[in-house]
């Protein structure tokens, strides 16, 4: 790993530890009623559409299992949800223009659909007892509507970072 | 034991890794009695940023709170300026209405010949060389010069000058406001008129009183109908002083009128058909 790769985990590291401990916070301060965004989910949902779906995985085990060690419950599920969803991205960032802002929010908006499903299919097989429809009637529409919104504006500034001289792409993760 | 083909090892790895974290899964399934060195290293290593992202917010929601008070607080004291305005209002509405009623209830003891209008004053004459207060309503309203103007406590003074929508009105105390009047227990005759005091201020007085008749500081002193501008029978005052210079040969008193002519806001003009109209 050259130096140059190590900077930019460790800056992605602390992006990523920096939203985990913030993410509730910000999602709170910004909230609008049961509307609160998904910080977290963004990181492979951007991940995945400027780096590919390797990437976008990769990212979503790092931020899924951080997750899981925080909530100390069901370690791992958040690590196969979060993955599928960078996969998802991935997938859908190599079918479009990844230039086009709609695309963030498509993905973002599938991407807490997915990510909030798989997590409660996962969770209720080792016997979690939650409503799925209470989930998603009261939980996942209200916060994917508000990340999906809130996606095209972050990706813009992502976008023109992971697009600078000193993020290029040939020097992905 | 049969050879895996290179391209197989990446699915299975995923696929054992998977199978892992379902194992883990499982592990971690419900509430545990301890937490794993990872879990518990992770947590400790994020506690701090976590609680200062938690301060960081209470600060800005705090902020937020603080300029959404003070905006309510802004528009409540706007709220109580209103209200006290409108207490205000009411409590001017209730006053008025008080000395409306008093007006009234004076207008029914005046004689049948003399048509009272009411009459909101609108302006007053301060200087001191004339004493004069503006009324709303002149000519339109039939008024005319030299018609009687009285509110509920007594006589005011008689109208000097109409135009067509306000009227003058010379008030008691001005110098040319002469009225004939009459001491009303002992009736004797006189004349009450404005005049300015040593001090200054502009005082009542009543002149001609003949000479023999005692005088007592108290008496009422009432319009006494004589010259036609002044219906019989209206109070003016009471007599405070009773005094005389070297050699006159009439008393004269001092008068303390009944009317506040500082307080007037509504008056009765009393019309007649005697007065003479202008414009």
């Known amino acids: 790993m050259t130096q140059k790769r190590a900077v930019k985990l460790a800056i992605l590291a602390i992006l990523l530890v920096i939203f985990l401990a913030a993410n509730d916070s910000i999602a709170d301060l910004i909230r609008i009623g049961r509307f609160a965004p998904d910080f977290l989910l963004l990181f492979p949902v951007f991940a995945g559409l400027l780096r590919g779906r390797f990437a976008g995985c990769g990212v979503g085990a790092l931020v899924g299992l951080c997750h899981d060690l925080l909530i100390g419950r069901y370690i791992g599920a958040g690590v196969l949800a979060m993955g599928l969803v960078g996969l998802f991205s991935g997938w859908i960032g190599n079918k479009f223009f990844r230039e086009n802002y709609l695309l963030p929010m498509v993905a973002a908006a599938v991407g807490k659909l997915t990510a909030d499903l798989s997590y409660w299919v996962l969770i209720s097989i080792f016997g979690a007892k939650i409503s799925l429809k209470g989930t998603l009637l009261f939980y996942t529409l209200p916060s994917m509507l508000y990340t999906a919104i809130l996606a095209p504006f972050l990706y813009v500034l992502v976008y023109k970072l992971a697009d600078s001289r000193w993020f290029r792409e040939e020097d992905r993760f | ?279």
């Open chain 2, 1 to 279: 034991m049969p050879r895996l083909k290179k391209g197989k090892w990446p699915v299975l790895a995923i696929a054992a890794l998977i199978i892992l974290l379902l194992i883990c899964i499982h592990a971690t399934a419900g509430s545990r009695d301890r937490l794993s060195l990872a879990e518990r290293g992770f947590r400790d290593l994020m506690a701090p940023l976590q609680s200062g992202a938690i301060s960081v917010s209470e600060n800005l929601r705090d902020g937020s709170s603080a300029k959404k008070l003070a905006e309510e607080n802004a528009a409540l004291k706007e709220q109580v300026s209103a209200l006290q305005e409108a207490l205000m209002d009411q409590k001017e509405l209730a006053a008025e209405n008080k000395r409306l009623r008093l007006l009234l209830a004076y207008t029914e003891t005046l004689d049948e010949s003399w048509e009272p209008s009411v009459a909101r004053v609108i302006g007053r004459n301060t200087d001191n060389w004339y004493h004069t207060i503006t009324i709303k309503g002149g000519s339109n309203k039939g008024y005319r010069t030299n018609m009687p103007v009285v509110n509920s406590d007594g006589l005011v003074g008689r109208i000097s000058s109409v135009s067509r929508f306000t009227s003058e009105v010379m008030l008691l105390y001005d110098s040319d406001c002469a009225v004939a009047c009459l001491l009303e227990e002992s009736r004797t005759p006189g004349v009450v008129e404005g005049e300015l005091s040593a001090s200054g201020d502009a005082t009542l007085a009543m002149i001609h009183i003949p000479y023999g008749v005692e005088v007592m500081p108290g008496e009422t002193v009432i319009s006494s109908g004589l010259g036609e501008i002044f219906p019989a029978g209206i109070r003016i005052g009471s007599i405070v002083e009773v005094g005389s210079g070297a050699g006159d040969v009439m008393h004269r008193a001092t008068v303390d009128p009944f009317v506040d002519f500082d307080r007037l806001e509504e008056v009765i003009v009393l019309m007649t058909g005697t007065g003479e109209g202008e414009e």
